[in-house]
């Protein structure tokens, strides 16, 4: 199995507070956040780990790890910087945000899902955001699944109900799974003009939007309901937060 880290953004909230380095390259108690990921996936047995960068890219010297510069990152959101790794995506594979710190249980449940596509889905997220006036819950990537725990919808600012989640910024692909991913993608962007679901166009898609075009084109995707400690990285406030979990 492989990993992919997408590390092309910028991340404009905690640059102003953290310059001049990605945001995976923030330090939680002295260590980037991106060397948690390394190290949990490690533990997990994951071995080929490829990272997308974007501005600067010439931060990074992480050694074992392949990179990926994304040459349109001005252009891309998270889907086109993942999709610049599209080589890739070939095999299982499993491809995380890089703002992102988990424990090994979550990671290991993840990849435990025999599904062709599983997310990472926290259904207790709004501890998460107790406290949280940086990045309000407003903008939580939430996950809306029916009765029989099947994802109806992926998108920011869900009407909260009991059946709503947050991804967590985890998706794992099977063979197949990668093959129907980069066969949709490619499909898309051949011939999708306008809006995609919540961005402007496709180059500005984020990976949310991918998820709901497969949910609409009738794909199974598996929700994994995780548990355990995670954090997501976007201002200052969550970097406080983090240091006291991490």
Not at 25 to 37: H, L
Not at 116 to 141: C, F, Q, V
Not at 214 to 238: F, H, N, R
Request: include cysteine.
């Amino acid at each position: 199995m492989k990993a992919i880290i997408i590390a092309a953004g910028s991340g404009k909230r905690i640059s102003n507070d953290v310059k001049n380095i990605p945001k995976s390259m923030v330090t939680v108690n002295g260590k980037p956040i991106i060397e948690y990921q390394i190290s949990t996936l490690k533990e997990a047995g994951i071995k080929e780990i490829i990272v997308s960068t974007g501005p600067y890219s010439e931060k990074f010297n992480l050694t074992h790890v392949k990179y990926v510069k994304d040459q349109h990152f001005t252009e891309h959101d998270i889907l086109g910087s993942l999709m610049e790794a599209k080589e890739f995506l070939k095999d299982e594979i499993v491809i995380l945000y890089s703002d992102i710190i988990f424990e090994y249980k979550i990671l290991k449940k993840i990849l435990e899902s025999k599904e062709n596509i599983s997310i990472g889905i926290d259904m207790n997220w709004r501890k998460m955001y107790e406290g949280r006036t940086l990045h309000p819950k407003i903008e939580a990537e939430n996950v809306l699944l029916d009765k029989s725990m099947k994802i109806i919808k992926i998108k920011k600012n869900i009407e909260i109900n009991e059946n709503v989640g947050e991804f967590i910024g985890i998706i794992k692909l099977s063979k197949k799974g990668s093959k129907i991913f980069v066969k949709k993608y490619d499909k898309l962007i051949n011939s999708h003009v306008g809006n995609f679901h919540e961005a402007p166009n496709i180059l500005k898609g984020y990976i949310t939007d991918m998820i709901q075009e497969l949910v609409d084109s009738k794909e199974d995707i598996e929700p994994v309901l995780i548990t355990g400690k995670w954090c997501e990285i976007d201002t200052i406030q969550d970097l406080k937060k983090a240091e006291e979990i991490f």
